[in-house]
């Protein structure tokens, strides 16, 4: 799973989680990949970022804050939820079927934000998708 830097035809800049690099450009090609603030199919990849590329290296490091917990990747975390919170869905309690959806290219990729218990996050992990938990649940509506 990576992060790419995505930018749509009219400058809107977002970020788009695909299982490569390769994976975008098909989806691309195939008009799957859509601007969260236009909804403009007509998306370029823009050259990844040091921020980006440090969360994609993330990939297969917990990258979860536990409610109350406070472990070292918490700050990077921070960053990576602002980031999904600025262009992000919110699916609600349907996030860990969308999730799973966005994984197999059953739906359009694009950053989602939900509802998911720690077994629900705990299993998504398991299929390799890339679950960020909120640190604080009840900000979600701030948007
Ligand atoms: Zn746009």
């Known amino acids: 799973m990576i992060v790419l830097n995505l930018r ?28 969260p603030i236009c909804g403009s199919q007509d ?16 990939d297969d490091a917990p990258c979860a804050v536990a409610p109350s917990g406070t472990e070292p990747a918490a700050q990077a975390v921070a ?22 959806k966005i994984h197999r290219d059953e739906a359009p990729a694009r950053n989602i934000r939900g509802l998911a218990s720690r077994e629900q996050v705990g299993e998504l992990r398991d299929e390799g998708i890339v679950v960020v ?11």
């Not at 998306?43 to 993330?58: E, I, S």
């Not at 938990?133 to 948007?143: C, F, G, I, R, V």
């Open 8 to 35: 749509c035809a009219n400058a809107h800049r977002f970020e788009g989680w695909f299982a490569s690099g390769e994976e975008f450009a098909t989806q691309a090609g195939r008009h799957l990949v859509s601007c």
């Open 43 to 58: 998306v370029a990849k823009l050259p990844a970022g040091p921020r980006v590329r440090r969360a994609a290296r993330r």
């Open 79 to 100: 960053m990576l939820v602002e980031q999904l919170l600025l262009a992000s869905e919110d699916v609600g309690e349907h996030f860990p079927e969308e999730a799973r």
């Open 133 to 143: 938990s909120l640190p604080h649940p009840h900000k979600n509506a701030m948007h």
